[in-house]
T-cell receptor
Framework: AQTVTQSQPEMSVQEAETVTLSCTYD???????LFWYKQPPSRQMILVIR??????QNATENRFSVNFQKAAKSFSLKISDSQLGDAAMYFCAYRSENTGANSKLTFGKGITLSVRP | ETGVTQSPTHLIKTRGQQVTLRCSSQSGHNTVSWYQQALGQGPQFIFQYYREEENGRGNFPPRFSGLQFPNYSSELNVNALELDDSALYLCASSLGLAGVRTGELFFGEGSRLTVL
């Protein structure tokens, strides 16, 4: 079974600065997707960024980028120019390509990010 | 475009009772999945419905059951409630299986269930 580990329960960043959120995962599969989801205090989970395991290039979405290290099974999220609206809980998630149509995502425990003005 | 809506937002039940949670998927989305998020934990996959049929299930007992209707809305039913069922229940919809594959899930705000 796949597992996702987010070992940092909380992090804090100064507004406009850069922060990196860590995630490691364990799998014996070679084809999979990795995701970062954001859950603001309103509780609606939002997809931030995704990475296909077969792609060597790290995904980027505006101020959000990932550092995907497949051999190390590491998938960190970097938030540049942090904004107050980035304050939320962030979840790292894994989806096996082998589950077919099943959307099962395996989530980590999450990390609470606070942004200091 | 209407997003994913869930009802009720909060409810309190006692052990042994039954509960039904409802989800209206985003317009045009025919795939719905349900997750349980215990306090301080990440969401855990319960099951998924595609075109009114269950097509995937996580490690949850049979007392967790669901339905998807022709308009793609969905229900989660939990029988014989236990204290450990207290959690936030999230519904997520996606546009077909392509959306499922790429993880483009659209979540509702959840239903907070407390079991006393």
């Amino acid at each position: 079974a796949q597992t996702v580990t987010q070992s940092q329960p909380e992090m804090s960043v100064q507004e406009a600065e850069t922060v990196t959120l860590s995630c490691t995962y364990d799998t014996s599969e070679s084809d999979y997707y990795l995701f970062w989801y954001k859950q603001p205090p309103s509780r609606q989970m939002i997809l931030v960024i995704r990475q296909e395991a077969y792609k060597q290039q790290n995904a980027t979405e505006n101020r959000f980028s990932v550092n995907f290290q497949k051999a190390a099974k590491s998938f960190s999220l970097k938030i540049s120019d942090s904004q107050l609206g980035d304050a939320a809980m962030y979840f790292c998630a894994y989806r096996s390509e082998n589950t077919g149509a099943n959307s099962k995502l395996t989530f980590g425990k999450g990390i609470t990010l606070s942004v200091r003005p | 475009e209407t997003g994913v809506t869930q009802s009720p937002t909060h409810l309190i039940k006692t052990r042994g009772q039954q509960v039904t949670l409802r989800c209206s998927s985003q317009s045009g989305h025919n795939t719905v999945s349900w997750y349980q998020q215990a306090l301080g934990q990440g969401p855990q996959f319960i099951f998924q419905y595609y075109r009114e049929e269950e097509n995937g299930r996580g490690n949850f007992p049979p007392r967790f059951s669901g339905l998807q209707f022709p308009n793609y809305s969905s229900e989660l039913n939990v029988n014989a409630l236990e204290l450990d069922d207290s959690a936030l229940y999230l519904c997520a919809s996606s546009l077909g299986l392509a959306g499922v594959r790429t993880g483009e899930l659209f979540f509702g705000e959840g239903s907070r269930l407390t079991v006393l």
